[in-house]
DNA sequence: TTGAAAGCGCTAACAC
DNA sequence: GTGTTAGCGCTTTCAA
């Protein structure tokens, strides 16, 4: 801003730059006398530290990269909200960046906030192609959301929920309640969350001892690009009496298909997603859903972080958070 | 990372820092073959540039702050991720902040990214205490969605929607379809958002020649705290037969209220939004909504940004985009 | 309780 | 084309 800095405090004030320094990190070395006589020349000059110095010296930036895939998915703008409000509480900053899904989008955005000296990184990873330890060196890393298959994927702490678990759930019921040509839209098959989502679905059919069809699996992205397509295909091509959608983007692609196709939800087709957002109890028909703890899952991320920047050397952990299932009209057969 | 720096890379390539310093900002004036020798050796040892001494010395960090009430919103939401690719295509990272519609916790925030030397300020004021060239001294600041009152708010560049001329549109729509007694539900009036949203309300009854109820007015917050509470007590005190929710925030506290009370929309009650969200084309009833452009604000505020950035001298800027309502089926009367 | 001085990793005159 | 040198603004020994 203006060209106030250390020295320039320092000699107003009478003192040695050191007690300026020592003032500004609150040492108890300092005579409270001094102390006060240098906060108020600060005040006076409108001086305002220079992090980059400090960071610089002291290897600490109190700042933290946040890395998602797209941050207009509601499942991460509400993580990325927990991540903040707990990083603000422990006066950090957050970096946010968006790969859309991209490896190499990932990888430039981990150099540059590597590059910045950011204190720790919060990754829900794109893909497994990048290698985390050669990229990060030892800064802290947690996951969120997927597990990267990577190399060295498992040095870091991750934060899962329990995607199988919640897709079986939304499967069985959608069986139980009557339909039977049920199919799933998801993303990526590499992803933790792409195949567990899919395995829940899977796993509910092989309980209920019914067949199931390839052909009412379709593996799209999480990003709902292709989820409109995809259900438009399910609908009209394939006799599917249900959609469970992996995410709330691919529900908006089958919202609408189905709205243009006019089938009635839930009479003519059964619906359920993974992820539960507040409008989707208001509306009609009010839309069956699996509610992950996303807010908890980055307040959870940061803490673990937080630990770990302090230097916590306990084993690496790998956490589940629970999903819950609210059953609604729109999975309900009249 | 590891202590791998620019000294250490001259070393080991026989060539000074200031050759390798010259390789890495991509000068001209090194031998190709020098440089070719400089970045196998910075390849060799995995060198990171250390971005806090650059931006010390060179005094710019690539990096901007970006503060907005709540990343929550979609509306927010939307414009951030406008703001990030913009911000990425230039090769700047963003700090992202929520401000939860303080002045005092914005005023932190903008100290924070002042301290840490962002190169420039995107902000979504809460308030008009903040005296912002005192705060931010002469880094640049663009405005958005508000413009601040405060001191010196007059000095940067705001990017707004037509809000009035949008609740206009919205409001007199409803009149049109038949309802009277049009309750609108909206934040702070001391906000530009606030207080013309509901000149635009005041204008559509004064335009049709219709009284105006002021118990028909609800100023609570654009968080959508009080929303719900609100909408209540005008469904079942007010006899209000439609409602105008000034955000999408607020039109979830609606939406609830008139799920728990049962009232038929738009059969006994009509509704109408401020800010267009995707699901609100797919649900039933289909809410009618003005369309606001946030992604093109978030993109336009960080053009701007980065013109003052590069050094753009012109006058101040105060740019209004355009909003469109769309009618759909929560405001037509049966 | 305070200060002098070195140096974090880099860039930018200025020389050669 | 390349190197020498002096800082950017701060923290941190070490000494007093």
Redesign the interface.
Known sequence: ??HVNISVVAKKANVSQTTVSRVLNNSPLVKESTAEKVRQVMEDL?Y??????R??RSNE?K?VG?IVS???N?FF??M??GI??LA?KANY??????TDEKAEKEKQ?I???????VDGLIVASAGTKNDYT?L????PVVFVDRRPSGANAGKFDTILVQNKEGSRQAVTQLIEAGYRRIAIITGSNISTTGYERLAGYEEAFLEKHLPLDRSLIKMGDFLGHTAYKNAIDLIQNQDCDAIFAANSMIL?GV??A??EIGVQIPQQMGLCVFDD???M?????QITAVRQPTYEMGTTAMSYLLERIAGKKEPVREIRLPVTLTVRESSQKK
């Open positions: 801003m203006n409108g305002t530290p220079n992090e980059l110095a960071g610089l930036t700042t946040v797209n941050v207009l509601p703008t509400s990325v909200r903040e409000d603000n900053n957050i970096m946010l960046c968006n955005y150099q540059a906030l590597v590059s910045k000296r050669a990060v060196g030892n800064k908006l919202l609408k189905a709205a957002l507040e409008w109890e208001y509306c009609r028909p």
